[in-house]
């Protein structure tokens, strides 16, 4: 190695390296064909350098953070850096070896200088349809084969030219075959733009430099991570949780975590979470590690925190071969589930060790159901449905967002209901905020969403909701939050409730569904929060007057427009905190949206 | 037209300072002036500008403004007390919004403030369906308890979003017209008024902002009318709009929405009207100030305009000029992190500024940086109406340089250096994401800092050609002088292009070009100078953005031309997204005339500024760096440069307001307007 390289180049290359994530980022929404990708951005991209460490990558979903890495690696290895030549492109979408489910599939770029490779682009992005049991997300599955075609790394073009054979082969396995075509080109586009810019860059500066302010930058960034770790009391704290089921029995699935902090390392440990389910809620090892890395980039205080190679360096996960975070062909893993409650249960591991940095439960689902019928008039088969969302977990100081999306996903947006109307069978009753659904606490958890609509003629209905068994937790003091249902009340018959996983339910026109989300969870004890602040959660709706006077101890006056009456409110405060001691349980509201 | 009124004046507040251009027709010139801003009263800040100019009001023939009162409000929440009256059972969507998180890591993420508070939305019986046909009639015992309601809350301003409104908005004209009856006080924005489009959050966003801002347009309209009735100008003002065209002050009063982008947007007009004029069809236009860097493309001649924008954490609507703003301006300050460099986002504003102000700035600013290379003159900067600190400058630089081991002028090249690769990546994203390639563009650089950083993104970019236009410095005031009058219509059709009654399209295109022309007439636009585009909205079936397909304005559409209209959609969505699919259906969602009253400036020879001969500036030279080396440098009065002069870097050009930096292996000629069109004549990349 030369001398240090100067900070102003090294600067220069940083951005160019981001810019360069970001152009990706920029062809593939353009270029895109699925709302899910430019819509919803569902994707993530990123940029490597040769020994697939980490230079940039662009905002998009944050579960695809690190887990990229595993495809590119995959690729490496099934081929070998030196079997590749420029315009090599790749394919690869397996669970057990990139970890997410068979429908997010990943593209590498191979980018050669001189006929040496240097770089790779990868993206990763959610393909409509890759073949499964049912469409959409099928519930019930029992192997991977049914959830679609799995494809390992494979070449897709080859010095430029498509290898037509193999993409001939995805598109005769996916319902929607031409949405497929649309999104794995602009992918491929994209990444090639990315090769343009890299290469450009290494032209401009040349390789030794590029390497030498690559070391720089993952030096600078592994000391700012490092530092933060260190600053993190060293110990082993622990967690646990379940989801509810595998979708096949009701038995619970449990997670055990351990966070092992050791100076400037942490290593999530999730030895003792139960083995392999028959049902799909399986993960690959990509995606458990991936949670570690998320983990810390949630808890690194800063909003936009730097992600390269260098931040994660000394952050790792274990898991037992076999279990669900290490799980063995041929599990089904179509749900990502057990890796929300992974990176929630890490959060609330270090609570303890770091109160200020954590939030109470977030929002552990994406709470997905789906309608699907034929159109009357023309036959076409037709699929509508949408991911709902909750509240987000409370921290100190803040109370969490209402109605927000869940904790892996990013910029991912909900769907109109002008929309939903136009091109479902639907009329939607309501769209709404649950009051006191969120955890109360001294910072009170996010709203859940209640949704009410009823079939205009008959359709199929499925449903994939999750976290009744472990709600979303409060921390300190503060409560949980409220759990998901959905109910169905077909005309002139009892409801009936707890329709949480369900396939192949039949709804009669005129019957009405009732979705409910989970609530964020609270923080800290509810009789400490500011009794203005519990005014105006009463005045916007957001917590009932029962509430605010049994759970929060405020009490208000009866007017329209109430005010705080500040004696009896201490006087209330009193009390409640003193039969809180006496039953070591502090008091409680049901929460009914 | 008078012998008096002669004068035709373009007024562009801004946060800072007041820009004005007038044409002289007597004299045959262009006046500018420049004054602060007055915050609160920024009626008073224009008079001051005409003052410095005018003398007798009576002269004046035309007064276009662009203004920043509805921003102003929008941004420091001081916007109308407002109410937001929906459908009821959706009375959470503009606080659920579109439950999207855009900052991925941010464990303590939360949305903006939104403007109108739960406790002030309320809902009413009434619905339709996805068709647009009534599923439950509007309540009207609903709506005279929410309007009690609204008073106890002093509720000033109103904005109304049903459901499917953007198909039939009868329930919201109907719950409009009550509110009008009963609470005349209230300020009523229905969201029909103001956005035909579904997607019910993006439209009840609109509806909010627009009444948000709109008292406060029409409060500040009314102080500006009477100061200027007061001095004897009683004509029409015209104000600019977002999407490039001015529109009459009294017709803007309720969609003040309309008129947020205001000010910035005039540049780009006048972008779009040199493209023209210099035959450039596509350029780049850059602004740099001291907190941002504004980018918009003129293509083809046009603005670029967006139908759809998120600004400060809401979405609007509405066509607007496609602004791009970054993080990045004079103020930016360089700092360091774990080692390494770092230059904004943080920037040290207007308080206390650069430490060059002489405000107490402490930290390296690119300003500073600017002044260390010799590239400002201390003594010129602001026409010589602020005298910078050099040492101050070289302080803080030199310190900050130490601690990189750097000597001086490396340290401030380098600062430069990181922030102009910034600002071209930037402008690089953002012209991929239209899928154009910057180096068939040239550049247009404007405002007080973006002719002294142009040449050298230029070099970024691979881009050889820059323009610097005449008053650089009040480029939006001088667009807007350019501007057409524009107004926008359309009617939701929401039908197959295989299903439509091209009848009932044909008698739509006719029915809102009537209601335009009435409009315009209405503005003083003689018929001759009507201009109406029709546009079809199309979409695919299966997804949710449209894309506008113009189509003949003078021919009736029928059956037969549906083939060649969907092949021109495909067409487009293939040049716009890089793909299309010919084999799929498409959907027509809106049909929309776009009207324009004509400005007969654009294609007359635009004056040449009336400068004070004698209050230019004499040349002199300074040692300036480029590249490490301190080059004995000319510094010219950009008055005393002469139509048709040659003349080669490096040298810097000073005007009020505005400096331009020519570096070496660049060469500067004037052209017949006075405009700088500066071309790369060789060497590589400093």
């Known amino acids: ?297 949630f808890l690194y205080p800063s ?25 063995q062909e041929p599990v089904a893993g179509m749900r990502p589930v057990p890796v929300m409650l992974l990176l929630d249960l890490i959060l609330k591991a270090l609570a303890p060790a770091i109160p200020d940095r954590v939030a109470a439960g977030l929002p552990g689902d994406s709470w997905n159901w789906e309608c699907y019928g034929r159109n009357t008039e023309t036959d076409e088969f037709w699929l509508a449905g949408e991911s709902m969302n909750g509240g987000w977990g409370a921290s100190k100081g803040l109370d969490g967002v209402s109605a927000i999306t869940h904790s892996v996903a990013g910029d991912f947006r909900n769907v109109p209901i002008e929309t939903q109307e136009a091109r479902c069978p639907i009329l939607v009753h309501s769209l709404r905020l649950g009051t006191d659904t969120g955890g109360a606490g001294q910072w009170r958890g996010g709203l859940n969403t209640v949704k009410e609509f009823e079939a205009l003629e008959q359709l199929n209905f499925q449903t994939h909701f999750e976290r009744t068994k472990t709600p979303q937790w409060g921390l300190f003091g503060g409560h949980d939050g409220a759990i998901p249902d959905v109910t169905v009340y077909p005309p002139g018959e009892s409801p009936t409730s707890g329709l949480l996983k369900a396939s192949g339910i039949v709804l009669e026109k005129g019957t009405r569904v009732v979705a409910r989300t989970g609530g964020g969870g609270g923080y800290g004890n509810p009789l400490e929060r500011d009794p203005e602040a519990v005014l105006e959660d009463v005045l916007n709706g957001y917590v009932s007057r029962d509430a605010a006077r049994s759970v929060y101890g405020v009490v208000l006056s009866d007017a329209d427009e109430p005010v705080i009456d500040t004696t009896a409110t201490e006087e209330l405060r009193r009390s409640l905190a003193a039969s809180a001691a006496d039953s070591g349980e502090p008091a409680r509201v049901s929460a009914e949206g | 037209m008078t012998q008096q009124n002669r004068l035709r004046v373009g007024v562009d507040i801004g946060g800072t300072f007041t820009d004005l251009v007038a044409f002289d027709d007597a004299r045959g010139g262009m006046l500018i002036a420049k004054t602060p801003s007055v915050p609160g009263e920024y009626s008073a800040g224009v008079i001051n500008a005409l003052d410095e100019v005018i003398d007798d009001y009576g002269e004046i023939e035309l007064f276009i403004n662009g203004t920043t009162a509805p921003l102003n409000a929008f941004l420091e929440r001081k916007g109308a007390r407002t109410a937001l009256i929906t459908t009821r059972g959706f009375g959470d969507v503009y606080v659920i919004r579109r439950s999207n998180r855009s900052r991925m890591y941010d464990l303590h993420y939360t949305h903006a403030e939104p403007l109108v508070p739960r406790r002030h939305t309320f809902e009413v019986e009434e619905r339709l369906n996805a068709r647009g046909e009534v599923v439950t009639p509007l309540n009207e015992a609903d709506l005279r308890k929410i309007v009690g309601k609204l008073r106890q809350a002093k509720i000033e301003s109103v904005a109304l979003c049903f459901l499917h409104s953007y198909i039939n908005p009868e329930h919201e004209r109907l719950a409009a017209e009550f509110l009008r009856r009963e609470a005349p006080e209230i300020f009523v924005s229905p969201s029909y008024e103001i956005c035909r489009e579904w997607r019910e959050y993006e439209r009840t966003s609109t509806a909010v902002i627009n009444a948000y801002v709109s008292p406060i347009l029409k409060n500040y309209l009314g102080q500006l009318e009477t100061a200027l009735t007061g001095r004897g100008y009683d004509d029409k003002v015209f104000l600019m709009q977002s999407n490039g065209g001015l529109i009459d002050s009294g017709e803007s009063e309720s969609k003040a929405l309309l008129t947020l982008m205001s000010g910035p947007v005039g540049a780009c007009v006048g972008s779009g009207v040199l493209s023209r004029k210099l035959d450039e069809p596509n350029m780049i236009c850059i602004d740099m100030g001291g907190t941002s860097f504004e980018v918009s493309l003129v293509v083809d001649g046009k603005e670029s305009v967006v139908l759809e924008t998120n600004f400060e954490g809401f979405p609007i609507r509405a066509p607007m000029v496609d602004i791009h703003s970054v993080g990045a301006g004079g103020g930016s300050i360089a700092w360091s992190e774990s080692g390494a460099l770092r230059v904004g986002p943080k920037s040290a504003g207007a308080q206390p500024g650069p430490a060059c102000y002489g405000r107490g700035g402490t930290e390296p600013t690119v300003t500073d940086a600017n002044v260390v290379l010799g590239r400002i003159d ?309």
């Open chain 2, 378 to 686: 201390p003594d010129t900067f602001l026409g010589g109406r602020m005298k910078l600190d050099e040492e101050a400058a070289r302080t803080v630089v030199g310190e900050f340089a130490r601690s990189f081991e750097f000597g001086i002028e490396e340290m401030a090249e380098g600062i430069l250096n990181v922030i102009n690769s910034k600002m071209a990546n930037a402008i690089r994203t953002m012209t991929i994401s239209k899928g154009i390639d910057p180096r068939e563009f040239s550049l247009i650089a404007f405002g007080g800092a973006g002719p002294m950083h142009a040449m050298l993104i230029a070099e970024e970019l691979e881009i050889g050609r820059v323009i610097v236009p005449n008053v650089a410095g009040q480029f939006s005031a001088w667009g807007m002088l350019n501007a057409d009058i524009r107004h926008d219509q359309s009617q939701p059709i929401n039908l197959r292009l295989s299903g439509l009654d091209w009848e009932a399209v044909n008698q739509g295109y006719t029915d809102m070009e009537t209601r335009l022309a009435d409009l315009l007439k209405d503005e003083g636009v003689a018929e001759d100078q009507m201009r109406f585009l029709r546009y079809l909205e199309m979409r695919y079936i299966s997804q949710e953005y449209t894309l506008s397909v113009p189509v003949p304005d003078d021919v009736a559409l029928g059956a037969d031309d549906a083939a060649a209209l969907k092949a021109r959609f495909d067409e487009l969505y293939l040049q716009n997204y890089g793909h299309s699919n010919p084999q799929e259906e498409a959907q027509v969602a809106n049909i929309r005339v776009e009207a324009r009253g004509l400005n007969a400036l654009q294609d007359q020879e635009q004056p040449a500024l009336l400068a004070d001969e004698d209050a230019a500036a004499p040349d002199k030279t300074r040692e300036v760096v480029f590249a490490g080396q301190r080059r004995e440098t000319p510094f010219v009065d950009r008055a005393n440069l002469q139509q048709g002069e040659k003349r080669a870097g490096p040298m810097i050009i000073v005007e009020l307001s505005c400096t331009t930096v020519v570096p070496p292996d660049w060469e500067v000629e004037v052209d017949a307007m006075g405009n700088l069109l500066i071309t790369k004549t060789g060497g590589s990349k400093s």
């Open chain 1, 303 to 327: 909003a936009t925190p730097e992600v390269n190679h260098g931040s994660f360096k000394t952050v790792d996960a274990i898991a037992e071969k076999g279990s669900i975070y290490w799980s």
């Open chain 1, 1 to 297: 190695m030369n001398a240090k390289i100067d900070p102003i180049t090294t600067e220069v290359i940083r951005n160019a390296f981001y810019a360069t994530a970001e152009d990706m980022s920029a062809v593939l929404n353009r270029s895109s064909y699925s709302p899910v990708i430019y819509e919803c951005h569902d994707y993530g991209v990123s940029l490597y350098n040769e020994n697939v460490e980490l230079l940039a990558q662009a905002p998009g979903t944050p579960y695809f953070t690190g887990g990229l890495e595993a495809a590119v690696q995959a690729v490496v290895d099934k081929f070998g850096l030196e079997n590749m030549k420029s315009g090599d492109v790749f394919a690869v979408n397996d669970t057990y070896m990139v970890g997410a489910h068979l429908n997010d599939v990943d593209i590498v770029c191979v980018y050669v200088h001189e006929g040496q490779p240097v770089g790779f682009g990868a993206i990763r992005a959610h393909w409509e349809d890759v073949g499964a049991a049912t469409p959409g997300h099928p519930a019930g599955t029992t192997e991977i084969y049914q959830e679609g075609l799995r494809i390992p790394p494979v070449r897709i073009m080859s010095g430029g030219e498509l290898v037509t054979d193999m993409v001939d082969l995805f598109k005769l396995n996916s319902r929607t075959p031409k949405t497929l075509m649309g999104d794995m080109n602009a992918m491929v586009a994209a990444a090639r733009m990315g090769e343009k810019r890299f290469l450009g860059l290494i032209r401009r500066f040349g390789l030794d430099v590029i390497r030498q302010a690559t070391g720089e930058i993952f030096e600078a960034t592994e000391a700012k991570f490092r530092a933060f770790i260190s600053s993190i009391p060293d110990g082993v704290y622990e967690a646990e949780g379940c989801n509810d089921n595998d979708s096949v029995t009701d038995d619970p699935v449990w997670a055990k975590v351990k966070v092992i902090v050791d100076g400037d390392r942490l290593t999530v440990d999730t030895t003792g979470s139960d083995r392999q389910h028959d049902g799909n809620i399986n993960v690959g090892l990509p995606s458990t590690k991936a949670m570690a890395k998320l983990a810390l980039a």
